[in-house]
């Protein structure tokens, strides 16, 4: 298989410092030696850089949530892509529904911070995904199609096996409601054919596409799988080690 899966947690607005520490520790002791599956954790802007110095020396890589395509300036409560990088941060989540839908965010402004994440080495991991409302209007592959090409105008054929793409109905996310692994590998196969008409077939193949949205230890084996899907992006059970761990043992089974 081309594609090593990669299993991310999005801690999203949880755990203090402390707590993140705690977690990350756990997760370093448990899989922190583990190879054959990528493994990232998402905590808040405040615990990057202790999580990023527990992360040490371990196959676990850091990411954040979000960030602001500027280099610097006067935008008050932002965080650049250096200041990321400054953590060891090597990933970052972009355009995720919870950013789109209460922060107000746009396909071309997302497009200029997956450009600048590029730029300044972070692997963007691009959320795309539609509503309930959209998916029974039948407009999904729509919405996919329009919120990925939005995305990745403007990058390279040689910047395009960075990214990392996450499909995430928004219906499914924190819902307890999974997508039916067809319903997953529909989206999921619709998105490399779009990465294939972007960037050709051989640099498709490499990008992995991650299904977020209620994915447990009890319904990832089945959704890791399917053929187009390359890991999760993972919310609620990535804030307990038990559950996470049990994440990347099924990425690990998978393969
Ligand atoms: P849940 O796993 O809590 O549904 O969240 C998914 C998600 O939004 C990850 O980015």
């Known amino acids: ?32 030696r583990v190879t054959d ?5 998402c905590p808040p802007f405040t615990s990057l850089e202790s999580a990023g110095k527990l992360l040490e020396g371990s196959n676990v890589k850091l990411g954040a949530q979000n960030m602001h395509h500027e280099a610097s300036g006067a935008y008050t409560g932002e965080i650049s892509a250096s200041m990321l990088r400054s953590t060891f941060a090597t990933y970052v989540i972009l ?6 839908t209460y922060f107000a965010e746009n396909d071309k402004f997302i497009n200029q911070k997956v450009l600048a994440a590029l730029k300044n080495q972070l692997k963007p991991v691009l959320c795309v995904g539609e509503t309930l409302a959209e998916r029974e209007s039948g407009a999904t592959l729509k919405v996919v199609q329009t919120q990925l090409e939005g995305a990745l105008e403007g990058v390279s054929k040689e910047q395009a096996t960075s990214v990392v793409v996450a499909y995430e109905p928004v219906w499914a ?3 307890g409601k999974v997508a ?11 998105i490399r054919s779009l990465l294939v ?3 050709g077939d051989a ?7 991650l299904y977020g949205g209620s994915m447990k230890p009890s319904n990832a084996p089945e959704l890791l799988a399917q053929k187009d899907i390359d890991g999760g992006l993972i919310g609620g059970a990535s804030l307990e080690s038990r559950s996470f761990v049990e994440l990347v043992k099924a990425a690990a089974a998978a393969k």
Do not use: C, Y
């Open 1 to 32: 298989m081309i594609r090593k899966k990669l299993i991310a947690g999005n801690w999203k607005m949880n755990k203090t410092s402390a707590d993140a520490s705690t977690l990350v520790q756990e997760i370093v002791a448990e899989v922190g």
């Open 37 to 41: 599956v990528d493994i990232l954790v």
């Open 95 to 100: 355009g995720h529904s919870e950013r789109r």
């Open 173 to 175: 996310i924190g819902t």
């Open 180 to 190: 039916t692994t067809e319903q997953a590998q529909e989206v999921h196969a619709f």
């Open 197 to 199: 008409k972007l960037f």
């Open 203 to 209: 640099i498709a193949q490499k990008v992995r596409i």
